[in-house]
T-cell receptor, first 112, second 112 residues
Framework: QKEVEQDPGPLSVPEGAIVSLNCTYS??????FMWYRQYSRKGPELLMYTYSSGNKEDGRFTAQVDKSSKYISLFIRDSQPSDSATYLCAMIRRDSGSRLTFGEGTQLTVNP | SQTIHQWPATLVQPVGSPLSLECTVEGTSNPNLYWYRQAAGRGLQLLFYSVGIGQISSEVPQNLSASRPQDRQFILSSKKLLLSDSGFYLC???????????FGEGSWLTVV
């Protein structure tokens, strides 16, 4: 079983829709949680970073962490065609320094 | 601000030929450096990481090697490429206190 599970999609939504992206994890030692956005043929860029349970909002993006249930989510409001990308969740264990464990990534397409 | 440069961006190499990908980080000292590989449609696989000059840790046995000749320079090499070495190679960095990492733009390698 993978430590981090993420539905690879693809996910296709109309412009303006609310998008929900999710990851589950099995190791309760994961402490820091990140979402990366990766456009085609580009390196991943850090989108959101959080370390506590609850919600963190940044513009149209909200990162949610539920440590008791071991899942994290990324919500995108008023989705735009420019949001079309692959979204990767990532997390770090307390005992692993800065070596991230990534999900497989979810491919999102927002249709105009 | 910190920046990371990675080159070449794209290369096509014949089987059995050598490889050298280079990565440099600017604007920080003593970063942790990483090489990841991303196969088509798959997640990120950590290949090597380095916490200092000459200090290289390998995560997965590979036909590849890494070197860190200078504090902010990280090189990925191979003496003889295999078809299975094709993929998207990403250099990344963080500081020793960092809880997340930042990626370069990546290098697309096609072995033919």
């Amino acid at each position: 079983q993978k430590e981090v599970e993420q539905d690879p999609g693809p996910l296709s939504v109309p412009e303006g829709a609310i998008v929900s992206l999710n990851c589950t994890y099995s190791n309760s030692a994961f402490q820091y949680f990140m979402w990366y956005r990766q456009y085609s043929r580009k390196g991943p860029e850090l989108l959101m970073y959080t370390y506590s349970s609850g919600n963190k909002e940044d513009g149209r993006f909200t990162a949610q962490v539920d440590k008791s249930s071991k899942y994290i989510s990324l919500f995108i409001r008023d989705s735009q065609p420019s949001d079309s990308a692959t979204y990767l969740c990532a997390m770090i264990r307390r005992d692993s320094g800065s070596r991230l464990t990534f999900g497989e990534g979810t491919q999102l397409t927002v249709n105009p | 601000s910190q920046t990371i440069h990675q080159w070449p961006a794209t290369l096509v190499q014949p089987v059995g030929s050598p490889l050298s990908l280079e990565c440099t980080v600017e604007g920080t000292s003593n970063p942790n450096l990483y090489w990841y590989r991303q196969a088509a449609g798959r997640g990120l696989q950590l290949l090597f990481y380095s916490v200092g000059i000459g200090q290289i840790s390998s995560e997965v046995p590979q036909n590849l090697s890494a070197s860190r000749p200078q504090d902010r320079q990280f090189i990925l090499s191979s003496k003889k490429l295999l078809l299975s070495d094709s993929g998207f190679y990403l250099c990344a960095w963080d500081t020793f206190t960092g809880n997340t990492i930042y990626f370069g733009e990546g290098s697309w390698l096609t072995v033919v």
